[in-house]
């Protein structure tokens, strides 16, 4: 469908996501979440958000399953 893309925002965000998303047409163009808030957050707790959430990241990107 073109170019992969994963929206990626904080939990407090995901009601506004999936109805943005849905009202673009697209309602399974579901974002991953990581814990909010962000700003107050020091580089190696930011890392450890991102790191919880590489696999599904990469799996949705390059459409394999998530391994389990």
Known sequence: MGIAAVPV???VFA???RAQA???GRPEFDAV???HPIQDQTNAEIE???DAVIVEL???LTGDA???
């Open 58 to 60: 990469v799996s949705r």
């Open 48 to 50: 450890d958000r991102a």
């Open 15 to 17: 009601a506004a996501a």
């Open 33 to 35: 979440y990581v814990p």
């Open 66 to 68: 998530a391994p389990t």
């Open 22 to 24: 849905a009202a673009l």
């Open 9 to 11: 925002a904080t939990e």
